[in-house]
């Protein structure tokens, strides 16, 4: 099983970045999909969920009207589009796999780092 994150970077506040979690390994289609981030010295924030069929979305309220998550079932990838960002979306981003009907999340993906900054 593999979730590899990529998009992360350096941008300034106000702009944009698109985070993609290819994944392997596993029935993608079974699978509910989040991005998690994590900043330093916080605690681990889940920043939006996409149903299996991606149908169905929930945000954080700090990234509501802001981000964007989407998923395309024929290429096993989850993605966060992430606009007008702030400097305290820093952290590192990680897209995280649960399959339909269970409450604990089976597979994570390695992080990739998103700093906001001037």
């Known amino acids: 099983v593999q979730l590899v994150e990529s998009g992360g970077g350096l941008v300034q506040p106000g702009g944009s970045l698109r985070l993609s979690c290819a994944t392997s390994?596993?029935?993608?289609?079974?699978?509910?999909m989040s991005w998690y981030r994590q900043a330093p010295g916080k605690a681990r924030e889940l920043v939006a969920t996409i149903s299996n069929a991606g149908d169905s979305t929930n945000y954080a309220d700090s990234v509501k009207g802001r981000f964007t998550i989407s998923r395309d079932n024929a290429k096993n990838t989850v993605y966060l589009q992430m606009n007008k960002l702030k400097p305290e979306d820093t952290a590192v981003y990680y897209c995280a796999a649960r399959r339909v009907g269970r409450n604990e999340y089976a597979y994570w993906g390695q992080g990739t780092q998103v700093t906001v900054s001037s």
């Open positions: 390994g596993f029935t993608f289609s079974n699978f509910a």
